[in-house]
């Protein structure tokens, strides 16, 4: 009975939820409950959320396990990894020798082009971003014309991202050159205390990349290839921040080959 | 050696369910499973008897943390997943709400919660998982609860609105 009259805690309160309250305490709980309609409705809210969590990975205990996960299989490969490994490391040695010999010749792959495209966006990051009286070719308020206007001269549909949630505007764009001479889509973003982030955007021959970050100094980048087009996301932010950017940017690019066509908003 | 495998296989299914939970994404939860599996073949002579279940899930809890640490360097396969989008869509829509509000907890609140709920283990189990007190477990818990109601409260119209 004395147990009933101390306070209930909020731990007291999960622990009740989760079953694990000791059973003496169950009393002094529920009638806690009763007493306390807003204790009482967060409880109501957490059973509700572990409801809902049960209910949407339900199924995926039911399923089947998939072969690659059965554990005869797994234990097989795991003996036969071991009898492997000391044959593994003298191949190695082969196998490396023999790929440097191959790579000799190949053309220019992602690699390159991912270093070479990223330090042209770096270096008209640094060029624009000062540039207070024409950082842009095209103002952002006319978006639809750079748009069509950069589309056409890259020859890839783009558009630049409204940044606008994250309290960028955009500031407008211009044509830049690329080192093998095509054309590059350059767009400028600005917050209100004046920091400057930019999006390049080139075609690309690679096939698409996961995102790369990559630090240097006074700015850093973003670089990924969606679509056969390359985008380099440059900015003096860190990588926080630098990431929500290039992330709102790419969840705006179509995919390729769904274009809409829209030239509205 | 039987006692292990009946064990091990036996938590196979409720693993696969933790490690979709936590990465939102079926290939690499699967990946997860399988490199807990390994890990556990491999440091089977490591285990003493116990809590077999415990062990393996705190083997994929830290290979996720891994993994999360991996990406924080090298970012991509988060976004890949913020774009299965067509399924936003239908009956499926009050799971993905549930999911986006786990998605917007920490990597530990998450763990915590998904642990307790989901795979309900006891609190000490979870303290043990993550190798910190039982008080540490029971206010990310709270967090996380706070968090995912205050998700589900207010968020969800202002996704909807963004979107």
């Known amino acids: ?265 | 050696m039987s006692v292990f495998k009946e064990g091990v296989q036996a938590a196979i299914p409720a693993l696969r369910r933790y490690a979709r939970a936590l990465t939102r994404n079926a290939d690499i939860a699967d990946d997860l499973v399988q490199d807990t599996l390994v890990r556990a073949l491999r440091s089977q002579h490591l285990f003493q008897g116990g809590e077999l279940r415990s062990w393996l899930y705190t083997i994929l809890t830290n290979l996720n943390r891994n993994r999360l640490r991996t990406l924080a360097r090298r970012p991509p396969l988060t976004l890949f997943d913020e774009n299965d989008g067509p399924r936003t869509m239908g009956p499926e829509a009050g799971g993905r709400d549930i999911e986006r509000a786990l998605a917007s907890l920490t990597e530990e609140q998450r763990t915590v919660l998904l642990l307790v709920v989901l795979e309900g283990l006891s609190y000490r189990q979870v303290a043990e998982v993550q190798g910190v007190p039982i008080g540490t477990v029971m206010s990310r818990l709270a967090r996380a609860r706070a968090q995912v109601k205050a998700y589900l409260d207010s968020e969800r119209p202002v996704l909807r609105r963004v979107k």
């Open chain 1, 1 to 265: 009975m004395k147990d009933n009259d101390l306070p209930v805690t909020e731990e007291e309160l999960h622990a009740f939820v989760d079953g694990e309250l000791p059973p003496d305490r169950h009393e002094a709980v529920e009638a806690w409950l009763a007493a306390h309609p807003e204790d009482a409705a967060r409880v109501g809210a957490w059973r509700a959320q572990s409801q809902a969590i049960r209910s949407r990975y339900r199924d995926i205990a039911a399923q089947p396990v998939p072969d690659r996960l059965k554990f005869e299989r797994l234990r097989r490969a795991e003996m036969s990894r071991k009898v492997m490994a000391a044959a593994a490391l003298i191949a190695v040695f082969l196998l490396g020798g023999a790929l440097g010999w191959i790579a000799r010749g190949t053309p220019p792959n992602a690699q390159d082009e991912f270093a070479t495209l990223t330090a042209q966006a770096l270096e008209a990051y640094k060029l624009y971003v000062v540039e207070v009286r024409h950082p842009v070719e095209v103002p952002g308020s006319e978006a639809d014309h750079l748009s069509q206007w950069l589309s056409k001269r890259v020859g890839h549909p783009l558009r630049a991202p409204n940044l606008e949630p994250l309290g960028l505007k955009l500031v407008g764009g211009r044509l830049l050159p690329t080192k093998s001479g095509a054309a590059a889509a350059f767009f400028m973003y600005e917050n209100t205390s004046g920091d400057r982030y930019t999006i390049y955007c080139a075609r690309s021959k690679t096939p698409n990349t996961a995102m790369h970050y990559n630090a240097a100094e006074k700015a850093s980048t973003v670089y990924w290839v969606d679509g056969n087009v390359a985008y380099v996301v440059s900015g003096a932010a860190e990588r926080k921040r630098l990431w929500q950017v290039a992330r709102a940017a790419y969840e705006q690019i179509e995919p390729a080959g769904s274009q809409k066509n829209s030239s509205g908003s």
